[in-house]
Each structure stands twice: as structure tokens, then as C-alpha cells.
């Protein structure tokens, strides 16, 4: 999503969520209360404090009530209640109206409202909203009765504050506490919104800093609203599960997945280890901290609250300065996404002195600017997911700079880097092969093409060639039967020398005889052995295909060219040192290896293995009557087919002149016996072509079954068995 999104396009974006943003804060100034006056109202305040389950009659009267200058200074300790008695007095023209009294500042621990007839018919509690209330936790606010002509007021609070009452129109305060609702609840949408947005970033990107940002301002607006109690409207979450420590726990626990953001979001690892280690350890003091709560509120401690708090509030105001510090220090080293979280931060700290200033102090009558800190967190929420975005964008395109820089330059080194690969894959195979030389030359090509594929996908790979004035196809894939390569070369020889001399790679479309259009691609190769020699490529459908993309194949495939030209010669190295050269049949020193080999994997796979060693009877004689030749047509005629009978999990090997071994791999001795049987049987009926020549052999089988699981003795074994057959004549084979 953010991908798609052009430069231009962010850039309009922003500037319409910052026209709602200011939109927003106007409509907060707007809210300022403008007061009518219905009534006057004198206040009185009583020496003594009295608790709201004795206020009565007789209660009220031993009270000493003294003048009260409205918008006072008044000291709440060391006081169950203060008692403030409001005489009415209304204007004479507006007396008809309903009236509504207003009691500032915000944020007291608790405010009773008690009529003329000692009834306490209203009790606002600090952090607890009754959903029953006619008027929310923005203002205090209570009805009072046309009739009322004295009204008493019990507040209780901890610290001084300055008092003030106000009597205004019943329908104009409501009308002001809607709009201070939809206003509040316009930036909480915005906020909760921010953050299902993100956490949906997070689960398609799986960046975690979207994680920590959502869990950051999801848990600061929580402990926002459980603090204001408008959490009250969902009681199970409302609850104060941890006794008095709930508060301080909510408002911690934000504090962890801030740190969190902090370090992965300015990747703070990777530019400075003090920072890092300075944020992580504020990080692991927050999670102490929260830790040191959850203990204190499950054991039930409550002594040591103040303690506990003032000791939390003096942390926390340490942490600010360094939440402060390491932002604006990257934002002045240009680290592009710092600035983000300095102005997010700064603004939201911003909001939070006002908070605790008009929580003191008199609010001008707009009752909105205690409540500043939710306009900062939306603040915040909107700008850090501002900075987010920039941070993804900016990968993207770094990510989208890097992809071109590797296709438009490194193209070349990409090749190589599959070059390599395919050769180290190639020779460790060559290396470790054994068996046949045709199904290797599939396996080398089928890395060719598996190589070929991480460029482009190909259905046919093959080379066209000229080589002494005739065209050959040599297939590197299983041919298919809708291309007809054959005749396409043959009608083509002017097109093949073209291309070569062109030395440019092409992608054409050819109309094979079945009508159906075959996209493909030819590329010229440089190569000294043949006149004229082209890579075929036909491909599964038809696509463009980009100048890039044909060029890189023009690179690929005369580097690999090269490549598979030189694995071709190790190829036929390794062969050599494998295999005896008359026979094709592994020669001595491959057979000590790969009998090595098997034999620890039977002892790991508790298999068995056995060994036939086979001896040719008067072999020396047959050489010195018929010759040499005749004697090496003897052993390619035994040879072939002992290859012929012995394919699965056997092989064969020649150990001397006229001694050979075959090699079983998990046999039992009457399958070997079998098996054996039949090749003398087939030896009895058949001779050497052309010259009449029986064929006479000795074979003695030793097997692990009899506890020989050491190669040595294996041999040591095989060799007595055929010692002791030859004894008992020619022509037959004995087990150990």
C-alpha cells in the first residue's frame, strides 16, 4: 500500500490530515465557555470539615461558615469535607430558567451536591463516571431546583486549589458538554483508528515498530480514559484490579512500548551504543518498575503507596528529559525519522503541563483545557505514524534503488555469483558421483537450468551449433514435441550465422507446423571450438520480455557456456581417476572409497554388505593363446555384463589385472546366490562374439551378516573364500 503511494500523493495526504488535525484544536478553542450569569450566587465556607455521612440538619448548624470570596484559594488538608454554602439569588427577568452550577477547576478527588433539605441527591467521584450522570467527566457540573434558595457543596481534595461556582442556563451547559463530547470522541476515533491501521502495517509488513507504536498510544489513550473515568462505560475494564496501584499501573505500562519504539524506530543499535544502552536501561528500570507495582498490588501493600508513587513520578520525570534528549539529538544529526518522534513527544509533554497546570489553577471556563493531554496524544499518534511511514517509504525506495542498482550495474556480478554457485555445485557433485556418465551429464544440466531460472522461466534449453559446415542440437532439457528444433535450424542457417555476427541477443516468436505460437529466445555465443553456436531458450508463455532482461541473458549464458565447458573437462578427470579406462567399470582406489562409505552407513543404518570377488580362470593362457586384444575383449565382455546385471545397490569394480568386485549393498545371501546363478547360467550359453570363447570364472562371496563389519577383514574374508573355490575347481563361486 504505502508502496503505491507516489510523492505527490503523500505530500497531499499530509496536508489534509493536518488541515483535520487544526481543525480539530480551532474547534477545542472554540469550545470556550461563555457565561450568562442567570443567577448570582453568595458563598460561604465553613471553618470545619465534615464527612458527607453526617452532614444533617445539626450537623449544618454547629458549623461556622465565613465569607468566600469566589475564585479563592482554598486549603483541602487535613479536612474530611469542605463545606461551601451557595446562597441563590436570581435576576428577576431570568428566574423562569432551569439553571445548571458550574464548579471549577477540573479534578477533584470528590464533589457532593446537597439541596436546601440536607438531601445529597449528586456525587462526582474523581476517576469514576456513572453512566446515569445527565453531564460526562468533561465539566462539574449539577442541576439545581427552581425552588432552591441555598445549596451546599462538599468537596474533598488532597492539595490547595483556587474554588469558584458559577449558575448558568440548564440547556446552554448541556448544549456545551455535547459538543465538548463529540469533540473528545472525534479524537478518540482518530486515535483508535491510528492504531488498527498500524497493528494492520505490522501483520503485512511485520515491522515491529508498528507493534510497539500501536501498544504505545493504545495503552497511553487507555490510561487516559480510566484516569478521566470514562472507562466506566466498559465495568469489567473499569475495575481496579490492582487496589489502589491500578491507576499508577496504567499509566506505566505505556511507558515500556515507548522505549521499545524508541530504540527500533531511531534503530538506535546501530548508531550509538551509549544511546542504546542509556534507552535500554530506562527500558528495563520501566519494566522494574511495573514489575515492583504488580508485587506490591497482588500482596496487598498499600502502606508505602506515596512512597511507591513519589518515587515513580520522580523516575518518570528523569525519562522525560531523556526521552527528550535522544530524538532531538538525532533530529539535529539529520537522522530523518528522529524528527518525527521530537515534535510528537514535545507536543504531547506540552499537553501534559497544561493538564497539571489547569488542574491547579482556574480555568478561563474552558473546560476542554484540562483535557489538552488527549488532543497531544492524538497529536503524537498522528505524527509518529507520520514518521513511520516516512521510515517505510524511505526502505521501500532504498529497497526499489538497491533492485535497479543490482539489475542496471550489478547484473554482471549476478551472473557470476550463479556461475559460481552452479560450478562449486556441479564439481562436488562430479566428486562424489559414481555411477553412470550419461545421467551425470543430466544432472550437471538440470543445474544449468535450475541456474537459468532465477533469471527467467524456460520450458526448452538447448544449443544450436556449427561445426564443419553441418548443424547439430545438443538438448540441456527433456525436448518437448510442439518445437521441432530440427527443422527449424535446418530452414534457419542463414538466421543462425546472422545472430552470430550480430552478436546480439533476440526474442522472437516462431509459428511452429502445429500452428501454435512459440516464444523463444536466441543468444549468440562466443566460443573458439565451433563456427557458429546459439543458446535456444523457449519459453512456457508468451511475455515481454525487457532489453535488461535480454542482456543479462546474453551474459549468462557466455559466461556458463564457459562454465559448463570447463565442468566438462573436470568431468572427464574425475572419470579417469574413477574408472578403469578398457573396462568403464570403477577402478581400485574408487571402490576402497565408496566400501569405506557403505559400510558406515550400515553399521548406522544396521544393514548388511557384502562382497563377490571375482577371479577369471586361466585368463594368462587365454591372453598368450589369442593375443592381447582378444583378452581385453574378455574382460569389456565381462565387464559389460556385470554392468548390465548388477544396477541396483550394487556396483562394480576391477581390483587387479583379472580380478573384479561387486559391491552389495543390503542383500541377503540367497538374492546374491540367485543372482550369481544367473550370470553363470548366462556365461554357460554365451560367448565371446566372433571368437568362440567361453567365459570361466571363480567368485567367492564374504558378507557382514557373519559379523565382518571392518573393510580389511571383508577383503581378508572374500580373498580365503576364493582361494579355497579355486581349490575345489573352476568355474563355480563359495561363500565365507
Not at 555476427?501 to 533476440?506: C, D, L, T
Not at 523457449?538 to 559448463?564: E, G, H
Request: positive net charge.
Amino acid at each position: 500500500m504505502l508502496h503505491c503511494l507516489k510523492k505527490h500523493h503523500v505530500t497531499v495526504f499530509l496536508k489534509l490530515v493536518f488541515a483535520v488535525l487544526f481543525t480539530l484544536l480551532l474547534q477545542g478553542c472554540n469550545l470556550t465557555y461563555k457565561p450568562d450569569s442567570v443567577s448570582n450566587v453568595n458563598v460561604e465556607i465553613a471553618k470545619q470539615g465534615v464527612a458527607l455521612e453526617t452532614f444533617n440538619h445539626s450537623s449544618v448548624n454547629s458549623l461556622d461558615f465565613l465569607e468566600f470570596t469566589n475564585g479563592s484559594k482554598v486549603d483541602f488538608k487535613d479536612r474530611e469535607s469542605t463545606v461551601f454554602k451557595l446562597s441563590i439569588q436570581p435576576n428577576k427577568t431570568e428566574s423562569t430558567q432551569l439553571e445548571t452550577l458550574l464548579i471549577m477547576p477540573h479534578y477533584f478527588l470528590e464533589v457532593a451536591f446537597i439541596d436546601g433539605n440536607f438531601n445529597s441527591t449528586d456525587i462526582i467521584q474523581r476517576n469514576v463516571h456513572k453512566p446515569d450522570r445527565q453531564y460526562s467527566p468533561n465539566i462539574f457540573a449539577f442541576d439545581v431546583k427552581p425552588e432552591s434558595n441555598v445549596v451546599y457543596i462538599l468537596i474533598k481534595n488532597k492539595l490547595a486549589k483556587k474554588v469558584q461556582f458559577l449558575l448558568e442556563s440548564r440547556s446552554k451547559v448541556k448544549n456545551y458538554d455535547q459538543k465538548l463530547l463529540v469533540t473528545f470522541t472525534s479524537v478518540y476515533s482518530i486515535i483508535l483508528t491510528l492504531v488498527f491501521v498500524n497493528l494492520v502495517f505490522y501483520i503485512f509488513i511485520r515491522e515491529v515498530s508498528y507493534l510497539y507504536y500501536s501498544l504505545y498510544i493504545f495503552g497511553s489513550l487507555f490510561a487516559i480514559l480510566f484516569q478521566e473515568g470514562f472507562i466506566a462505560y466498559f465495568p469489567t475494564l473499569s475495575q481496579p484490579v490492582f487496589g489502589v496501584y491500578t491507576q499508577v499501573l496504567w499509566l506505566k505500562l505505556p511507558a515500556i512500548f515507548f522505549w521499545l519504539f524508541v530504540i527500533k524506530f531511531l534503530e538506535l543499535k546501530q548508531k550509538s551504543n551509549f544511546d542504546y544502552k542509556l534507552a535500554t536501561t530506562v527500558l528495563y528500570l520501566e519494566i522494574f518498575a511495573n514489575t515492583l507495582v504488580v508485587l506490591l498490588a497482588v500482596f496487598n501493600i498499600t502502606g508505602v503507596y506515596l512512597q511507591v508513587a513519589t518515587i515513580i513520578n520522580l523516575f518518570t520525570l528523569v525519562t522525560v528529559f531523556i526521552a527528550l534528549y535522544i530524538p532531538i539529538k538525532y533530529a539535529v544529526l539529520k537522522v530523518y525519522q528522529a524528527k518525527y518522534l521530537a515534535i510528537g513527544w514535545a507536543v504531547y509533554l506540552m499537553t501534559i503541563v497544561l493538564r497539571i497546570y489547569y488542574s491547579f489553577n482556574m480555568e478561563p471556563l474552558a473546560f476542554w483545557m484540562p483535557r489538552a493531554i488527549e488532543f497531544g496524544l492524538m497529536f503524537e499518534a498522528i505524527i509518529l505514524s507520520f514518521g513511520l511511514a516516512d521510515k517505510t517509504l524511505r526502505i521501500m525506495k532504498q529497497r526499489d534503488v538497491a533492485e535497479h542498482k543490482f539489475q542496471r550495474v550489478d547484473r554482471e556480478l549476478f551472473c557470476k555469483e550463479l556461475d559460481n554457485s552452479f560450478q562449486l555445485r556441479a564439481n562436488k557433485t562430479i566428486e562424489q558421483y559414481f555411477g553412470s556418465q550419461k545421467q551425470l551429464n543430466k544432472i550437471i544440466d538440470s543445474y544449468f537450468i535450475s541456474s537459468l531460472q532465477q533469471l527467467i522461466e524456460v520450458k526448452n534449453v538447448f544449443y544450436v551449433y556449427e561445426y564443419k559446415g553441418k548443424i547439430g542440437v545438443k538438448y540441456l532439457s527433456d525436448f518437448v514435441e510442439d518445437f521441432n528444433v530440427e527443422d527449424y535450424v535446418d530452414t534457419n542457417k542463414e538466421f543462425l550465422n546472422l545472430v552470430c555476427h550480430k552478436n546480439q541477443a533476440s526474442y522472437q516468436l516462431y509459428k511452429a507446423a502445429s500452428e501454435s505460437n512459440i516464444p523463444f529466445i536466441i543468444i549468440p555465443i562466443k566460443e573458439k571450438k565451433h563456427d557458429n553456436m546459439c543458446l535456444f531458450l523457449t519459453l512456457p508463455f508468451y511475455d515481454s520480455v525487457s532489453d535488461d532482461l535480454i542482456q543479462d541473458l546474453y551474459i549468462f549464458a557466455n559466461t556458463m557456456t564457459r562454465s559448463l565447458l570447463t565442468v566438462r573437462k573436470f568431468q572427464k578427470t574425475v572419470y579417469a581417476a574413477k574408472f578403469d579406462a578398457l573396462t568403464n567399470v570403477l577402478n581400485r582406489k574408487a571402490i576402497d572409497i565408496r566400501l569405506t562409505n557403505l559400510l558406515l552407513s550400515a553399521r548406522l543404518h544396521k544393514t548388511s554388505v557384502a562382497i563377490a570377488f571375482i577371479d577369471l580362470d586361466d585368463f594368462k593362457l587365454t591372453n598368450d593363446k589369442y593375443g592381447h586384444n582378444i583378452g581385453d575383449e574378455y574382460l569389456i565382455f565381462l565387464c559389460n555384463k556385470l554392468k548390465d546385471d548388477f544396477k541396483e545397490n550394487t556396483f562394480v569394480g576391477r581390483y587387479g589385472g583379472d580380478e573384479f568386485i561387486i559391491v552389495f549393498n543390503n542383500y541377503k545371501q540367497l538374492e546374491i546366490a540367485i543372482k550369481i546363478k544367473k550370470l553363470y547360467k548366462y556365461f554357460k550359453a554365451n560367448s565371446i562374439v566372433g571368437n568362440n570363447i567361453s567365459i570361466s570364472i571363480g567368485i567367492a562371496i564374504a558378507t557382514t551378516e557373519n559379523g565382518l563389519l571392518k573393510e580389511k577383514k571383508l577383503l581378508q574374508a572374500a580373498d580365503i573364500a576364493l582361494y579355497k573355490s579355486k581349490e575345489n575347481g573352476k568355474n563355480q563361486f563359495s561363500f565365507y
